[in-house]
């Protein structure tokens, strides 16, 4: 029994490390991609390729001054940051890397995942409403509306993948789509649904997948050239820092779940490159994405709030849920 | 926007954007007034940088007052000199060698593509895209070195004196002139994939803040302002100064009066600049660069004379009152970007604070130029 409990600790442990690290090593592999997007050189001062950037970083913002600003409310301030950190990294609990690295399984993992996603936006509306600040204010009444606008896109596309794979277990999702590329989700030709919609619901989650973790061109909560740094205008030090964090946290959880939900998780493209292990592919799909992200943040520019909605509930909406009444009828046939 | 919504006078709030915000590019400052995302009402408030080169003109010697002019409007800073020096040639009956006039119709602009290429930079970034700015500036960054190479600066030039020109340029010059232009013109291509078609950048400003003419006239806007709300006034074609009337351009004139047209007002014209650039070049003629015969005491007789010229803003308009002395009685500097600004508060009302922002993008203000 204290065997166990022993694995699950230090299997958190490592869920958490490997969330942090990520989550600073994302910021510096963000700004080399955005400076060789602009044709400029990027960090490259401190350690090789300006490896020793993000270390250096936070060691700064741990040395600064939390400053609380007058009339602000202490222990929801206080309480925001750590809140957008904190879902972020137990997510990581139950993703499963490859057939046996997973800190936690549990038969409902997709819905644990969505359970805490939730509760980020819950951070930045804390944070907006407790800095006592007008831009602040404004920027989670937005991210609010937002959060509830991609979430149902998100959720009924999720659900059309559940219903295919009979389970919420996330290793159960992955194992059903072992094969090759055609087994994957998002082309299910040789799957169990050959669901010929499904490429239309990846390109719908990955949508909502920048919306939720508030990236360009959604990034409407911090709109820097509007509110100033939105929600957290008054935050400095590691306040800012851990909302820094949370947010690069939340785009490694997003992608977690887009390769487990559409590319296959750890499993190879093709049969013969079984002999790879699983945590290869499942790392290289998720950087893969990630790298999208970041391309898509330096390419384009930002919606509006109403162009943002209009997307979701107009065009969004209607398509996944005409996808899971698609999907429920093919079920039903084969 | 589009949508009419009641506005209850009893649950606004105050938003100050500004003196220092991101999207005022300076310290301009906007009160707003708002409900919710909306504008209710909004009201500019100018000041902040205020240095009083009016005062200043009358206090100096005109040669003394001749750096002032470039430090009105950082970006576009040639174009204020040309006007200055146009005026007091003219109130004191100076010639101008042709080759002086010729360089001069170079230099103003190469510095207006430069400021037509940071303003697209800063306005797409307004709009949310960084990238667009580095790319913007880089090219802005060949110009910069041209013009340092011969003026001397990078930013506030000091580059033409009463009758012509403090340096001559060189055959590096204009072999660099040569080669930045079809570079240009490829960047522009560039940035008409990367930015103009782009649906999300469409999608933000096409039928946003509209301006009529009336609107334009009623505060006497010019520039990509006006021209974007189907105005033909250019002060190089209308009231032609300098060699202008010598080169063959076109002036950009769009009617769908919205953000989306002031933008392509500007492009077009970096295309148009480019053209008159190549001309300059094409036509330079050999000779001096400063009349022999010129007024050692800069003295015009008493009098009253006006100039206006065409810079990267508008229309730059400036006045002398002469008493015959060696510093004017009055000097009025009639800056372009004060008129597109106090468009701002009248139009803006209804809109929201995003649509509003990327509005006042789109009418390139300088605020050290607002406030003198």
Redesign the interface.
């Known amino acids: 029994m204290s065997l166990t409990l022993l694995n699950v600790i230090v299997a958190v442990v490592i869920a958490i490390a490997f969330a942090a690290l990520n989550a600073a090593y994302l910021v510096w592999a963000e700004r080399r991609g ?1 400076a060789r ?4 050189p990027g960090p490259n001062i401190n350690g090789p390729f300006g490896l020793l950037q993000p270390p250096l970083d936070g060691i700064k913002l741990m040395a600064k001054q939390l400053t609380i600003p007058g009339g602000a409310d202490k222990v929801l301030f206080i309480a925001a940051p750590v809140l957008a950190m904190f879902p972020a990294i137990m997510s990581f609990v139950t993703i499963p890397f490859s057939e046996s690295i997973v800190a936690k399984n549990m038969n409902v993992g997709v819905l644990m995942i969505f359970a805490f996603a939730s509760t980020g936006s819950m951070a930045l509306v804390f944070a907006g409403w407790s800095s006592r600040n ?2 602040a204010m ?1 920027s989670s ?2 991210a609010v509306s937002q959060a509830v606008a991609y979430e149902i896109p998100m959720l009924i596309t999720t659900i059309t993948v559940v219903m295919i794979a009979g389970s919420t277990d996330l290793m159960e999702i992955v194992r059903q789509q072992s094969g090759s590329i055609l087994h994957w989700n998002i082309f299910p030709v040789l799957g169990n649904s050959h669901n010929l919609l499904m490429p239309m619901s990846f390109l719908i989650f990955f949508t909502c997948t920048l919306a939720e973790t508030n990236r ?2 959604f ?2 909560g911090e ?4 509110l ?1 740094a939105g929600f957290h205008t008054e935050y400095g030090s590691m306040g800012f820092g851990l909302f820094f964090m949370g947010e690069y946290a939340n785009i490694v959880i997003g992608s977690c779940m887009t390769t487990i939900l559409f590319l296959g998780g750890w499993n190879a493209p093709l049969p013969f490159l079984g002999f790879i292990p699983g945590i290869f592919w499942f790392l290289l799909k998720l950087y893969l994405l990630i790298a999208t992200f970041i391309w898509i943040r ?10 943002l909605l209009n997307l979701s509930w107009k065009i969004l909406i209607p398509l996944s849920l005409f996808n899971l009444l698609f999907t429920a009828g093919l079920i039903k046939v084969f | ?1 589009n949508s009419p919504i009641k506005l209850q006078p009893d649950e606004t ?1 105050i ?1 100050n954007v500004g003196p220092q ?3 005022t590019h300076g310290v301009l400052r906007v009160k707003m007034e708002m409900n ?2 909306y504008i209710v009402n909004a009201e500019t408030v100018i000041g902040y940088i205020h240095r009083m080169h009016e005062k200043m003109g009358e206090v100096k010697t005109y040669p003394q007052f001749l750096m002032n002019l470039s430090r009105m409007d950082y970006l576009g800073a040639l174009g204020y000199s040309h006007g200055h020096v146009l005026l007091i040639e003219k109130a004191s009956g100076i010639e101008v060698p042709e080759r002086a006039e010729y360089i001069r119709a170079i230099m103003v602009e190469l510095n207006r593509v430069a400021s037509h290429l940071f303003w697209f930079g800063a306005f ?8 667009p700015l ?2 913007a500036l ?1 090219d802005r960054e060949y110009i910069l070195d041209m013009l340092e190479a011969v003026t001397g600066s990078r930013l506030t030039y000091c580059y033409f004196r009463f009758g012509g020109l403090y340096n001559d340029i060189d055959d590096d010059f204009i072999s660099a002139a040569r080669r930045f232009i079809p570079r240009m013109r490829k960047s522009l291509k560039k940035y008409h994939k ?2 103009t078609g ?1 649906i ?2 469409h ?2 400003l096409e039928g946003i803040a509209p301006l009529s003419q009336e609107m334009c006239r009623k505060y006497g806007a010019s520039s990509a302002v006006a021209r974007g709300s189907g105005i033909n006034f250019d002060v190089r074609k209308n009231e032609p100064y300098s060699v202008y009337p010598e080169f063959d351009f076109d002036i950009p004139v769009f009617h769908e009066c919205d953000s989306l047209a002031r933008y392509k007002v500007r492009m077009e014209e970096i295309e148009q600049s480019l053209r008159i650039i190549e001309q300059g070049l094409d036509k330079l003629p050999d000779g001096p660069i400063m009349p022999e015969k010129k007024p050692k005491l800069i003295k015009p007789p008493p009098g009253d004379y006006y100039q206006a010229v065409e810079t990267a803003r508008g229309s730059f308009g400036i006045r002398l009152v002469s008493d015959g002395g060696k510093t004017p009685y009055r000097l009025k500097l009639r800056s372009p970007t004060y008129s597109n600004m106090h468009l701002f508060d009248e139009s803006c009302r209804g809109m ?4 509003a ?1 990327a509005f006042m993008g789109s009418l390139d203000l300088v605020i050290p130029e607002i406030d003198r």
């Open positions: 955005a997007i602009q044709r400029r007008k831009y404004m009444v937005r360009a061109p990034d409407l709109a820097e050239s509007e100033v330096w390419t384009f520019p930002r919606t509006t709030i109403y162009g | 926007m709030f938003l915000h991101p999207a919710g995302e797409v970034m307004d709009l949310g895209g960084f990238s580095m790319y880089q990367l930015v782009n999300i950048f999608k933000r929201m604070i995003m649509d922002l």
